[in-house]
T-cell receptor, first 115, second 119 residues
Framework: GNSVTQMEGPVTLSEEAFLTINCTYTATGYPSLFWYVQYPGEGLQLLLKATKADDKGSNKGFEATYRKETTSFHLEKGSVQVSDSAVYFCALSGAPITGGFKTIFGAGTRPFVKA | GAVVSQHPSWVICKSGTSVKIECRSLDFQATTMFWYRQFPKQSLMLMATSNEGSKATYEQGVEKDKFLINHASLTLSTLTVTSAHPEDSSFYIC???????????????FGPGTRLTVL
C-alpha cells in the first residue's frame, strides 16, 4: 500500500541556516504530494504541493520537487527563521486507481530554530 | 481558501459519557470528510472517511460502534465518541478535500482540531 517516510529528528538549526527535511514515498499509480505545516496550537495547513513528476512546489521560501525516479519530495528552505519552528508533515494522496482522496501522512518533523 | 471549522475546540468529560464533535465546511460543499486522531508529537492517524448520504468507512482497528460518524449534510459531519474512557483522550481533527481542478489536487482543508480529555 501507499506509505510516506520522513526524517523525524530532533532537528536543531540556527537562524538563517539551510533546512532540508527528507521525504520518500511508496505508491502505486501517480499520487499527488504535499507538505503540510502545523504551527503550535493551530491546525494543519497546506504549505506546498506537486501533482506530477518534476513539478516544483514553492511557498514562503520553501521548495520541494516531485522526483519520481527517487520517489522523493524533500522540503528545503535556504534561510530558516525562528518563526519556521513548527511540525512539517509530508503527505501523499492517491491516484483514482488507489482510492482517490485518502491522504497518507508521514510521521512529522519538528525543526527547532534558534535565534 | 476553503475553511473548515470544528466545534468544540476542547472538551472535558467524565468517563462513560458520550461526546459529539462537529466538523463544518463553511464556504464549500464536502461530500467526503475525514476524521483523524493525533497523539502528542505524533502524526495523524486516519480513523474514518465520512460520506454524505451513506455509511462511513472505517480504517482497520477503529471501532465503528465507539466512534459514530454521521454526515448529515453537504457541510456537516459529526463524530460521537460513545462511552468515552481516558484512553480516548486525544486531539481529533477533521478535514475535507477540495475537488478543484479534478482529482489530482486532492488538497485537504483541515479543521483546527478538538482536544478531548476524558477524566
Amino acid at each position: 500500500g501507499n506509505s510516506v517516510t520522513q526524517m523525524e529528528g530532533p532537528v536543531t538549526l540556527s537562524e538563517e541556516a539551510f533546512l532540508t527535511i527528507n521525504c520518500t514515498y511508496t505508491a502505486t499509480g501517480y499520487p499527488s504530494l504535499f507538505w503540510y505545516v502545523q504551527y503550535p496550537g493551530e491546525g494543519l495547513q497546506l504549505l506546498l504541493k506537486a501533482t506530477k513528476a518534476d513539478d516544483k512546489g514553492s511557498n514562503k521560501g520553501f521548495e520541494a520537487t516531485y522526483r519520481k525516479e527517487t520517489t522523493s519530495f524533500h522540503l528545503e528552505k535556504g534561510s530558516v527563521q525562528v518563526s519556521d519552528s513548527a511540525v512539517y508533515f509530508c503527505a501523499l494522496s492517491g491516484a483514482p486507481i488507489t482510492g482517490g482522496f485518502k491522504t497518507i501522512f508521514g510521521a512529522g518533523t519538528r525543526p527547532f530554530v534558534k535565534a | 481558501g476553503a475553511v473548515v471549522s470544528q466545534h468544540p475546540s476542547w472538551v472535558i468529560c467524565k468517563s462513560g459519557t458520550s461526546v459529539k464533535i462537529e466538523c463544518r465546511s463553511l464556504d464549500f460543499q464536502a461530500t467526503t470528510m475525514f476524521w483523524y486522531r493525533q497523539f502528542p508529537k505524533q502524526s495523524l492517524m486516519l480513523m474514518a472517511t465520512s460520506n454524505e448520504g451513506s455509511k462511513a468507512t472505517y480504517e482497520q482497528g477503529v471501532e465503528k460502534d465507539k466512534f459514530l460518524i454521521n454526515h448529515a449534510s453537504l457541510t456537516l459531519s459529526t463524530l460521537t465518541v460513545t462511552s468515552a474512557h481516558p484512553e480516548d483522550s486525544s486531539f481529533y481533527i477533521c478535514s475535507a478535500p477540495t475537488t478543484s481542478g479534478g482529482w489530482a489536487y486532492n488538497e485537504q482543508f483541515f479543521g483546527p482540531g478538538t482536544r478531548l480529555t476524558v477524566l
